[in-house]
């Protein structure tokens, strides 16, 4: 409650107001036992006194300067790292490729390579294309994309297990990998791998896009001549096909790719994917639990001794750092409960992150289902009906939009927690999308954590780039639960 | 067909006492008959297992506690029941290097050179720095939303606190390791490395004001207007009446809050495992120098446990002991800063 100083009650920092009280001071003092100083020194101490009110108020205003100047100084830094000049060279300009697809592949002399973009082109060519240039590699990535045997055994088991749900010849379903020749090899590459996939390998593998040096974008701003020489000294150095672009980390490629450890080309899909999939899975968890909870607290339970102890471990399980629920979940889904969740999973981290937010989801909805009148129950109950179906067609629908809104408040923490999955064994370099609630995972903020730790400012690049989609994603849900509560309390009122 | 009853009972009010009753009203006593057994009340199997199934999905919190004490205490006591550990070692050697193990060494022979107290020690000088930055800006900004702004500031400020509480901890460990931790090092006179526990230190003091403004603001704002009038009254300045009346009666709700944004720092983990380095304290030769290295309690864990230690290596074990002692530590703060708020407040009427 903030006291309206305008209107109705006396303003003491206000000059007019103590020349008002002085005379009254005046009047005092000669009847008055006690000896108050006199008008004189009064004043002055009085103007002292305010002085000193002043400036311990700016100071006060200033704290809150100071948290929004912190919030300022972290978006700029994120955008700095995240925008800007960098110098990159390819191994082999992409180009070239092309045109050996299009001469060699297509028997096409006539259309111009550079108006045919790598990404638009076959599987089979660009498995051709991986032929081409990397052929000793090709069993390499046969075995990292399609293998189903540990890698020891990928050469030595018969093509019918190593390659399991692969398509191959018939023929060959009982020789090894290393029996076949370069063209089977091709031939499997670009049966099996997706286009889009077969693109990032082109790229990484053939085209070898590298960074060389990477710029903010403050430097990118401020000081243009001096990337330009660091230009100039490469082309003529070590690096002839260096070129200076100005490059946003944060763009489409980004998304789309998977962890790479080529940071030109590593991207957050797996990561992104994860996160979907965790979230999914918290929630789904998560919120019945949660909602169950609050109704027994608040519709069921009576005030006896097993309600307080829930409620008050409630209250506590709120302040447990989460790195403890991460200690919980190794030992309990990952460990204990391995036959189950199949270890380090993302129904592991999912269950580790529902009961995470359990008590801030049971507490929302406590909220939410005490904001329903008693005159919906006592209604529903003069009908005849029982206290389930009380809770069920009446309070609950009543108290869902404020229950909605918590939930999303709870994903919005769930979906920055990186300590408890760092504990359970989030994967750090994964590149195969998460298939179901058994895969391995991995999800942003890890990714973000991983690449962070790196000592190079690329790496800090991705770094920041993934930031930007975590906190797009997160002001999305609080945006997304604002605008429940306003429906809500519009709804409300008459 | 209950309105149908109900229709019938009001035409015909029930029992005509003292009369034969003719066939008609036989059928219709028979009905009213049926009736009431039918609304009579009887154990509901449905509602019974309902309000059970909803029990256990509010006893599903204490199962994660017990789950907690259960898994930190067993693996704790393996741990310190292995030959080359000494509880007593533990919580009292100043080194913690598990790979530094030499069981013929002069000084602890046969322990395991494994004590806590580098890690305890990071742990809690990382925090008291913060709560050098967010008790003094925390209450600050409390004092100055509750007693000062207008509200039309108020609404527009708010929101920026909650913005800030609402960033993921990553993303604050990101800008300690790339923001603060250049910002120290471009002080000159000061030799920062560049893992460091002022810059994690400094941000968990950020990361925390909103925690203590918000908590703050309440007590503030929940002491009566008319200790303030009364203040004024007397005269005195409005500065006068915070930090003379209002702060005084104010002071149960801020020390709870000042506790529990320890409790928070204490138990932060992503800042001071991105920020603060992976090397245990040098508890003898830097002790209290916040520009050197120093693993806490929470980055240790988070470092371990995200590496390919075996989980039958006492090493690992060891990380449950850690963790025993933080979620003790932790509840302990938690309890103390609810038993404060509501033992010292002032009940106004």
């Known amino acids: 409650m903030n006291t309206d100083n305008t209107q109705n009650t006396p303003n003491p920092e206000n000059p007019e107001q103590a020349e008002d009280g002085a005379p009254r001071v005046e009047n005092v003092n000669p009847t008055g036992g006690v000896a108050l100083p006199d008008l004189e020194s009064f004043r002055k101490r009085l103007v002292n006194r305010q002085r000193r009110g002043s400036i311990w108020a700016r100071f006060m205003s200033l704290s809150l300067v100071v948290a929004i100047v912190a919030l300022l100084a972290l978006a700029y830094n994120i955008v700095d790292a995240a925008f800007g000049y960098v110098l990159t060279e390819n191994v082999i300009e992409p180009t070239e490729v092309v045109e050996f697809v299009l001469t060699d592949v297509r028997n096409d002399t006539t259309t111009d390579p550079a108006t045919v973009d790598l990404a638009t082109l076959g599987a089979s060519e660009l498995a051709a294309v991986l032929r081409e ?31 399991a749900g692969s398509s191959f010849r018939g023929q060959f379903a009982d020789l090894t990998i290393n029996d076949l020749d370069a063209a089977e090899w091709t031939l499997i590459l670009g049966n099996n791998i997706p286009q889009d996939r077969l693109v990032g390998l082109v790229r990484t593998e053939v085209i070898g896009e590298r960074i060389l040096e990477t710029w903010s974008l403050t430097e990118s701003v401020t000081g243009f001549a001096e990337i330009d020489e660091a230009r100039v000294a490469a082309v003529e150095g070590q690096n002839p096909n260096a070129r200076l672009e100005f490059r946003s980390w944060l763009n489409i490629n980004f998304l789309i790719s998977p962890m790479s450890t080529n940071p030109a080309i590593a991207g957050i899909r797996t990561a992104l994917l994860g996160t ?24 069921y339970a009576d005030d006896n001794w097993l309600t307080r102890v829930i409620s008050t471990n409630i209250r506590n399980l709120a302040g447990v750092p989460s790195i403890i629920y991460g200690l919980l979940g190794l030992s309990v889904f990952v460990i204990a409960l391995e036959g189950i969740t199949t270890g380090r999973s993302i129904l592991s981290a999912s269950l580790t992150l529902g009961l995470l937010i359990l008590p801030v989801m049971i507490v929302n909805s406590q909220e939410a289902l005490r904001a329903v009148p008693p005159s919906v129950r006592e209604g529903s109950y003069g009908l005849g009906a029982t206290r389930w179906q009380t809770i069920w067609r009446s309070v609950l629908p009543a108290a869902m939009p404020g229950i909605l809104t918590g939930t999303i408040l709870g994903m919005s923490r769930a979906i920055g927690e990186t300590a408890p999955l760092l504990a359970l064994g989030a994967s750090t370099f994964l590149v195969v999308d998460p298939s179901g609630p058994f895969s391995r995972f991995t999800v942003l903020p890890i990714q ?4 962070t730790s790196r000592p190079s400012d690329q790496w800090r690049s991705l770094a920041s780039a993934a930031i930007i989609v975590l906190i797009i994603l997160l002001l999305s849900l609080n945006a997304a639960a604002i605008y429940m509560r306003q429906r809500f309390r519009r709804k409300l009122q008459p | 067909m209950e309105s149908e009853y109900g229709a019938e009972n009001e035409q015909s009010p029930p029992a005509a006492v003292g009369r034969q009753p003719g066939p008609v009203a036989a059928i219709r006593m028979r009905r009213d008959a049926d009736l009431a057994a039918a ?13 059970y199934v909803l029990l256990f999905c509010g006893l599903v919190s204490i199962f994660t506690t017990v789950g907690i004490v259960i898994v930190n205490t067993t693996t704790a006591i393996e741990f310190f029941t292995v030959d080359e550990v000494s509880p007593i070692d533990f919580f009292t050697n100043t080194v913690w290097r598990p790979a530094a193990y030499n069981p013929d060494a002069t000084y602890n022979p046969g322990l395991i050179p494994i004590g806590v107290l580098p890690l305890l020690y990071a742990t809690l000088f990382t925090s008291f720095i913060a709560l ?23 609404n527009t400020l708010k929101p920026i606190l909650e913005i800030l509480a609402g960033i993921p901890t990553v993303v604050l460990g990101y800008f300690a390791l790339t923001f603060m931790t250049p910002l120290l090092q471009a002080i000159p006179g000061l030799n920062v490395q560049i893992f460091n526990m002022a810059a994690p230190g400094l941000v968990m003091g950020v990361m925390i004001i909103p925690t203590i403004s918000s908590m703050s603001e309440d007590a503030i704002s929940s002491v009566p207007r008319e200790l303030r009038e009364a203040s004024y009254g007397l005269g005195a300045t409005r500065f006068e009446s915070i930090t003379k009346v209002v702060l005084p009666a104010a002071l149960s709700g801020l020390v709870a809050a000042f506790i529990l944004g320890l409790a928070r720092a204490v138990g932060e983990t992503m800042i001071v495992a991105l920020a603060a380095g992976s090397a245990p304290a040098d508890l003898l030769n830097n002790f209290l120098n916040p520009f050197v290295a120093g693993e806490t309690m929470t980055g240790h864990i988070a470092r371990i446990t995200g590496g390919d230690l075996p989980y039958d290596s006492i090493q690992y074990r060891s990380l449950f002991a850690i963790g025993l002692t933080l979620f003790v530590s932790t509840l302990a703060l938690n309890l103390i800063s609810q038993w404060v708020s509501r033992r010292f407040r002032e009940a106004y009427e």
């Open chain 1, 276 to 299: 979907l999939w965790v979230m999914i899975i918290t929630v789904g968890f998560s919120f019945p639990l949660g909602v169950g909870a609050a109704l027994y607290l608040q519709e």
């Open chain 1, 448 to 451: 973000i954590y991983q690449w």
């Open chain 1, 133 to 163: 240039y990397q052929e000793p590699r090709l069993r390499v990535y046969i075995r990292d994309f399609l293998s189903v045997v540990p890698d020891d055994e990928f050469t030595q088991a018969p093509i019918r297990e190593s390659l």
């Open chain 2, 132 to 154: 050098i930055v967010a008790v003094p800006l925390g209450l600050g900004s409390a004092i100055y939303l509750a007693e000062y702004a207008p509200e039309r500031v108020r």
């Open chain 2, 39 to 51: 609304l009579r009340k009887r154990p509901r199997v449905g509602e019974m297992i309902i309000r």
